[in-house]
């Protein structure tokens, strides 16, 4: 499971580092390559389930980037 996924008792308290940053990009990049060989062999059904994971890290990412522009 995604590392962006956090429980709703840990919310707030994981730290977020380059290298928690590096982990979910390697793992996007992981998911976009599972998607498009899926797609590619006509199973588009089966990479939903991908598609809803790399959404997910995609909005917490957005999320870090848009709370580390106000700190600036």
């Known amino acids: 499971m995604s590392v962006a996924f956090v429980p709703e008792r840990l919310r707030g ?3 977020v580092n380059q290298e928690t940053l590096q982990w979910l990009l390697e793992e ?3 998911l976009i ?7 590619s062999k006509g199973r588009a059904t089966e990479c939903v389930q991908y598609q ?7 909005i ?9 522009k106000f700190l600036q």
């Not at 390559?33 to 797609?39: A, F, G, L, T």
């Not at 809803?52 to 995609?58: D, G, K, P, S």
């Open 33 to 39: 390559r599972c998607i498009v060989e899926y797609q």
């Open 60 to 68: 917490y990412l957005a999320t870090i980037a848009d709370a580390t």
């Open 13 to 15: 308290k994981v730290e």
């Open 52 to 58: 809803h994971i790399l959404h997910r890290n995609l």
């Open 28 to 30: 996007n990049d992981q």
